[in-house]
């Protein structure tokens, strides 16, 4: 796997990782929403596994968002790309084993959604000016 390109940091404020809604699933959930330990919406988005754990990147998110994301209205790409950016490292058993904090733009581009890709294959991505800002609301 790739080296994370962040700051390691104490997983301990996702914890535990409790599921609110997955949002894309394909052998097992890929894209979904849960609560830190605070009760703050986050989003979480796969991005590569090992043998040993799934790893995620995860932002803080709103329930608006979630709506824009799921209504065509945003790109996973765009909802990713948020002011506080995580990678998280989940066993098989959806347990946190590490977490590290990192700026978005210094990401692989290889491990992120290309832009313009919507949740589901059947979103068409807004051009133009009715484009939606992805910051939280």
């Known amino acids: 796997m790739w080296q ?18 997955i949002l894309y699933d394909f052998e097992g959930p890929r894209t ?10 986050c989003l979480a988005h796969w991005c590569d596994a090992d043998g040993e754990v799934n790893r995620f990147l995860v932002v803080p998110f709103t329930n608006k968002l ?9 790109s996973l790409a765009d909802a990713l ?3 506080r950016t995580w990678v998280v490292d989940l066993d098989h058993s959806g ?4 977490a590290w904090s990192v ?3 210094d990401l692989p581009e290889d491990i992120l ?5 919507m949740l589901w294959p059947s979103l068409e991505p807004m051009v133009g ?3 939606i800002s992805s910051k939280p609301s």
């Open 4 to 21: 994370v390109p962040g700051k390691t940091i104490d997983p301990g404020f996702l914890k535990p990782l409790d599921t609110v809604e």
């Open 32 to 41: 979904f929403t849960h609560c830190d330990r605070d009760g703050q919406l």
């Open 66 to 74: 979630v709506q824009k994301l799921k209504a065509g209205h945003l």
């Open 81 to 83: 790309d948020q002011p």
């Open 95 to 98: 347990e946190v084993r590490h």
């Open 103 to 105: 700026i978005f733009t």
């Open 113 to 117: 959604p290309k832009a313009g890709t």
């Open 129 to 131: 000016s009715s484009a």
